[in-house]
């Protein structure tokens, strides 16, 4: 066999070789992707996003996109090939395993959390939004999770209404932990509550509920990287009762970041008018009970899957403006936003056509 032949057959096995082993190869990588936007404003599988009955709504229009991210599963093994398509792809972002699944977490467990954040976001942003339309919101604080194995197990549960801590009266999720860790481990401490089925019970028939009942558990030393401290076991959380009824149906989505958009959403429905006059406006941010927005991972993918839907403006939390200015999709337009109040602003300038003075994010 002539020499040039057999150095040809020699490279052609080779990066055959090469190319099956980049197949074969798992990696410990990760992939992230535009996912699909969603109108608040509109319909999402043959029903409205936003349903609200028993307040009057008004007609709107335009858009107010929430966006989303797309990311390999949790037991999914991305080869050396794909890693490196993903790499080189423009619209795609390869990113370290751990950093969407750390600690060893699983799918469903990745699943079960994503869930509680957006139902918990669902909450904020009801509760948001009606703040800034002055419209009363009844709050409390709960128990929101139970650790297994805690010496709370047992003794609390998720959605027991707690009124005090050893007869200091509770206001804020945070006063429980500091009223916990005024003790020793090894101490006692009291908890005034409602339990979850007396609340629940006293919500279905309108009512206020009024019994109460004194918990006593022996308080334990924390066991995580911190300062240690006494530990009951258990997380707190807020709940509300609003004055009327609002669903958000929204299937398939997980995590925090659509918290900004049902805000504004909901505000739209409950004013005159159309917040965005008509135009396409997306966005994403975390938002709490007082209106704050938060950042948000996955916001290039998030910018790159607003634009292609025909996004003009994208609401731009203020902690992501760096990361989202490094490669803005041309014709989007990136409005930097830290509060409701700012989305707001933002919007009535959109809609005014007097965009020069947008606050806009840069690198």
Not at 100 to 111: A, V
């Amino acid at each position: 066999m002539p020499r040039r032949t057999a150095t040809m057959l020699a490279s052609t096995l080779m990066l055959i070789a090469l190319l099956c082993a980049g197949v074969l190869i798992p990696v410990p990588y990760a992939e992230m992707s535009p996912g699909p936007t969603v109108n608040t404003l509109g319909d999402h599988g043959g029903e409205p996003v936003l349903q609200i009955s028993g307040r009057k709504t008004y007609t709107t229009s335009g858009h107010l996109n929430m966006t989303t991210v797309r990311v390999t599963s949790a037991d999914y093994r991305m080869n050396l090939v794909e890693a490196v398509y993903g790499w080189l792809a423009h619209d795609n972002k390869v990113v370290p395993h751990d950093t969407l699944y750390p600690d060893g977490k699983t799918e469903e467990q990745s699943t079960q959390e994503n869930a509680e954040e957006f139902s918990q976001s669902q909450e904020s942003a009801k509760v948001a939004a009606l703040k800034e339309l002055d419209i009363p919101v009844t709050s409390w604080v709960i128990v929101s999770t139970v650790v297994k194995g805690s010496p709370a197990e047992g003794r609390l549960h998720a959605g027991d209404v707690i009124k005090a801590v050893d007869g200091t009266a509770v206001k804020e999720p945070g006063d429980v932990a500091k009223l916990v860790t005024r003790h020793k481990p090894g101490e006692k401490v009291v908890f005034r509550i409602v339990p979850a089925k007396d609340q629940a019970a006293a919500e279905k028939a309108n009512k206020t509920a009024t019994e109460t009942q004194d918990v006593t558990i022996t308080t334990a030393t924390s066991d995580d990287s911190g300062e240690k401290r006494a530990i009951v076991g258990i997380s707190a959380g807020t709940d509300h009762t609003f004055p009327f009824t609002i669903d958000i149906k929204l299937a398939d989505v997980g995590g925090p970041s659509a918290g900004l958009m049902f805000a504004l959403g909901i505000y739209d429905k409950l004013t005159p008018g159309s917040l965005t006059g008509g135009t396409f406006v997306a966005g994403t941010g975390t938002i709490d009970d007082a209106g704050k927005v938060g950042p948000i991972g996955g916001i290039e993918m998030k910018t790159v899957g607003a634009r292609s839907q025909g996004a003009q403006y994208f609401l731009t939390p203020a902690e992501n403006c760096a990361a989202a200015a490094k490669d803005t999709p041309s014709g989007l337009r990136l409005v930097k936003v830290d509060t409701i109040d700012d989305a707001l602003d933002a919007l009535e300038d959109i809609r005014g056509g007097d965009t020069a003075d947008l606050p806009t994010c840069t690198k």
